[in-house]
């Protein structure tokens, strides 16, 4: 399996292990690779290094949060020319993470300025630059991520996305509390050539989701639309390859197809992010 969004340590929240420490787990349950992530690092350079030694495909990206003064067209190109695979757009600084009351980090330093980041439909301004890094991902031919922007700004975004020809497209955790994405949304959505990711992360701690909603969320998608993801990396949670693995025997308690949910978590998110 590979598992397209992991968090691992360094990080600004406690995390269950480091890059090598995630990276041998994954290698121990015969996984072929990852993505590791993180709201406020670029983490290529951690891929590379924490993977050189392993036989598993990792990768890193760029989310474009605060620490990179947020739509930051030079932060993605830098990114890029580093080998960053995807640029995941604002995630824990995004507006709607802060309407929601989730974490961010001037909520632990309370003295760093509160600010949030939105693009079209929300904030017209940042159309510019949204389009300038979405040309440099083009070029790049790497991942584009919504990250938590709302519904709204995500429907723009791939428009935009798909003028410029970038094909490598993915919904983050679109049914999570934001941006709360109803399934017949993200249909129309992945119909336009973006992938939704489901994650363990929402049936282990997403207030009110369970498994017969992520279920029918992926049969109103369909399987060929969807990536699991892990999500994990937490200290509360099951290790990674674990937490992918109960997602995948949840939804097939379900009723789901098992080894369609393995090609979700397999083959879909490997041939998304691999060059």
């Not at 979405?134 to 723009?156: F, K, N, R, Y």
Request: aromatic share 6%; charged share 15%; glycine share 8%.
């Amino acid at each position: 399996m590979f598992d397209l969004h992991v968090h691992a340590a360094p990080d600004i929240s406690l995390r269950l292990g480091d890059d090598r420490q995630v990276l041998r787990w994954y290698a121990e349950a015969g996984f072929s690779g990852c993505v590791l992530k993180g709201h406020y690092d670029a983490t290529m350079g951690r891929a590379a290094a924490a993977g050189a030694d392993v036989a598993l495909r990792v990768y890193g990206g760029l989310a474009l949060n605060q620490h990179v003064g947020g739509i930051n067209p030079a932060a993605v190109a830098a990114a890029l020319a580093m080998g960053a695979r995807v640029i995941w757009m604002p995630t824990a600084d995004a507006h709607t993470q802060h309407a929601a009351g989730l974490p961010r980090l001037c909520v632990q330093w309370p003295e760093l300025p509160g600010t949030t980041y939105a693009i079209p439909p929300i904030d017209w301004s940042a159309g510019p630059r949204v389009r300038q890094i979405l040309q440099l991902i083009a070029e790049a031919d790497a991942v584009l991520a919504t990250g938590h922007l709302s519904v709204e700004e995500s429907a723009w975004l791939l428009g935009e996305a798909r003028r410029v020809n970038i094909s490598r497209l993915l919904l983050t955790h679109p049914s999570y509390t934001v941006p709360g994405m109803t399934p017949r949304q993200a249909a129309e959505l992945t119909v336009r050539g973006a992938y939704a990711e489901i994650t363990a992360n929402q049936l282990l701690r997403q207030p009110g989701c369970d498994a017969a909603q992520l279920a029918a969320f992926i049969t109103a998608v369909g399987y060929g639309h969807v990536v699991l993801s892990s999500d994990a990396g937490q200290p509360d949670n099951p290790t990674p390859p674990e937490a992918l693995q109960l997602l995948i025997d949840a939804l097939a308690a379900e009723g789901l197809d098992r080894q369609a949910l393995i090609a979700c978590a397999s083959e879909i998110p490997e041939r998304l992010i691999t060059p």
